[in-house]
């Protein structure tokens, strides 16, 4: 902490205490305005700021990859058609071009 005398440009308040070492007291701004610049605080529980994108379900199950063979017992969805079902490994190297 660097310890000093300047004045907060949003609100006037002394300013004693800095986290930095300030070139000029121009733009300082105290804690109480500096959270303010960062915009209002987003609240966590609202969602319309879109898709938090939590735990994916996944589906357990007894299948086999069609590429290599391999037991698939986890899957990120619910397959319909199981005869050509993909472990990721094979999924990832069909998807890479
Ligand atoms: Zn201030
Ligand atoms: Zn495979």
């Not at 004045?7 to 006037?12: A, T």
């Not at 300030?22 to 898709?51: E, H, I, Q, T, W």
Request: proline letters at 7%; glycine letters at 14%; hydrophobic letters at 25%.
């Amino acid at each position: 902490m660097h310890q000093g005398n300047w004045k907060c440009g949003g609100c006037g308040a002394a300013i004693t205490e800095l986290p930095f070492e300030p070139r000029g007291d121009v733009g300082l701004m105290c804690k109480a305005c500096f959270s303010k610049s960062r915009g209002p605080a987003r609240n966590p529980s609202d969602n319309s700021g879109g898709n938090t994108g939590g735990d994916k379900p996944k589906h357990q199950g007894d299948w086999k990859c069609s590429g290599c063979s391999k037991a698939i017992t986890e899957l990120p969805f619910k397959p319909r058609e199981t005869s050509n079902l993909l472990c990721l490994d094979c999924f990832k190297q069909s998807r890479a071009v």
